[in-house]
């Protein structure tokens, strides 16, 4: 593999996680936003989201170690946004973990984004 394709290699996973964050992101924005809900239909979302999560998980299939955190995350996010759409005290106790998880998400999508961007300019 030349530096060349090296360096897009890298681009490309770079912006793919980050594009599978903003969908993380967008479906976790649902629970709590209802401006969100009706801002985006959620059949073209959860298409997106498979899609990308799909691609993502391939392109990582070379370091299984991070394709799991990756997956991990992603069922961690799932579950969340499961347990927001109950009643009850659990639901409460799950929002507050979506909160909690979608500002670490915001975090490494802000660093993804930085990231991207060195790499586009070098």
């Known amino acids: 593999m030349t530096v060349q394709s090296t360096v897009h290699s890298h681009i490309d996973i770079t912006d793919t996680l980050a594009r599978l964050y903003a969908f993380l992101a967008q479906s976790m924005d649902r629970c709590v936003s209802e401006a969100a809900r009706i801002s985006y239909p959620e059949a073209e979302l959860q298409a997106h989201l498979a899609a990308t999560r799909a691609t993502v998980l391939d392109m990582l299939s070379v370091n299984l170690v991070v394709k799991a955190k990756v997956e991990q995350e992603c069922d961690r996010v799932h579950s969340l946004i499961m347990a927001c759409l109950g009643d009850g005290a659990a639901k409460a106790v799950a929002l507050d973990e979506l909160k909690a998880e979608r500002a670490v998400l915001k ?15 070098a």
């Open 107 to 121: 975090q490494k999508t802000m660093a993804l984004s930085d990231l991207l961007a060195v790499f586009r300019s």
